[in-house]
């Protein structure tokens, strides 16, 4: 990794003012005055107006007139319920005991800091997840994640204790690929035990939704990661409600580490979804980091999604990534992706397929396949 000077308030300025335009009022050739459209007076007519010239409300009609041979929507479920199978096999009875378990350790880790209400008591979960991918540029990864949380209701019910790999948490609880802000494996090995080590040391003490008077929903975190890295982190995330089924959701991080210094993200989705329906969105993510060569990095998904059955995501689309280095704002890789995610067998345990075509400029690559696959386990 490479050390970069101090950042300019210009720059700084890019990642956390982002402007979006969508206003496009379409003229007609002949440019007689009788042919422009007329300027809306009331209210209903400015509503009407806005809906028929605004591209962001054309996109939904262009998208709904394109034929499809994809099935309907469902939420019917493919998998039995765990209460129907916790007993069923050796491997069922395993994940119980893992899941009992971790809740007996955090009502454990709960009555150290008082009594405990036997109605209200502390629960946990966690998440295992394997991450494989392979490009022939950099063949074959595995890389394993664990995530989880302990809720302890002793301490005014909003201070948790969470603990793995802590990028999970910067990516949106919808994120459509599978990602990982970590570095990759050394070149010579295809599972970095060492970087899979410090990726999943952190230790942190969450309190959540500190102020009622803010209108944002809040977490701020104080723990350790990597082994020696004590960090503190505030995360803001707020959504609204649009028109014509648009909504808007928004999340800023802030982490600041003793090692790895200043760390800024910015998670910003538009999404327009209707009940029944398969949903358009678009998520971008702009990221400032000291420990990273380029002052501002982006990364933009702009899909469509599917669900067939009961936890089932179909997605395909065009992702977009770039740069800002220097006052140089380069695209630097694009191309279409596909994936799909349902659980497989159990309601605990999923799969999750990511299929690409990308560049990448810097490394001098021209367009070519990478596959990911995630196979996730729920306790």
Request: charged residues 25%; proline residues 5%.
């Amino acid at each position: 990794m490479y050390k970069k000077d101090t950042l300019s308030a210009t720059r700084l300025g890019l990642l956390i003012m982002l402007g979006m335009v969508s206003m496009t009022v379409l003229a007609e050739k002949d440019h007689s005055a009788s042919e422009y459209p007329v300027l809306p007076q009331t209210v209903e007519q400015i509503s009407e107006f806005t809906q028929k010239y605004n591209l962001l409300y054309q996109i939904p009609r262009w998208i709904d007139s394109t034929p499809t041979f994809l099935p309907e929507q469902s939420d019917s479920p493919i998998v039995p319920p765990v209460s129907v199978t916790e007993n069923s096999t050796w491997i069922d009875q395993k994940q119980l005991g893992i899941r009992n378990w971790a809740d007996r350790t955090a009502v454990r880790i709960d009555n150290w800091f008082g009594e405990t209400n036997p109605e209200k008591p502390a629960t946990a979960s966690l998440r295992v997840l394997v991450d494989n991918s392979w490009n022939e540029y950099d063949g074959y990864e595995i890389k394993p994640r664990i995530r989880g949380r302990i809720k302890l209701p002793t301490l005014e019910k909003k201070l948790s204790l969470v603990f793995g790999d802590d990028s999970l948490d910067n990516e949106l609880n919808t994120n459509v690929a599978i990602t990982n802000e970590n570095p990759v494996n050394s070149p010579d090995k295809k599972l970095d035990t060492k970087r899979t080590r410090d990726s999943n040391s952190s230790l942190a003490l969450r309190w959540s939704q500190f102020s009622e008077k803010i209108p944002f929903k809040t977490d701020a975190d104080l723990g350790v990661r990597s082994g020696d890295d004590i960090y503190v982190r505030l995360k803001a995330s707020r959504e609204w409600q649009l028109d014509n089924d648009f909504k808007f959701y928004a999340e800023q991080i802030y982490r600041y580490g003793i090692d790895s210094e200043n760390y800024l993200r910015t998670n910003l989705e538009l999404t327009h979804t209707r009940p029944n329906q398969a949903f358009f969105s678009n998520q971008l993510n702009l990221t400032y980091a000291d420990t990273q060569y380029d002052d501002l990095t982006w990364d933009n998904f702009t899909f469509r999604q599917h669900q067939f059955f009961q936890n089932n995501k179909f997605n395909y689309g065009i992702y977009t990534g770039g740069f800002y280095t220097d006052e140089n704002l380069r695209l630097n890789s694009w191309g279409p992706f596909v994936s799909w995610r349902q659980p497989f067998l159990r309601e605990w345990f999923y799969v999750q397929g990511d299929l690409n075509y990308l560049n990448d400029h810097r490394a001098d690559r021209n367009h070519f396949v990478g596959a990911s696959i995630r196979l996730e386990t729920l306790f």
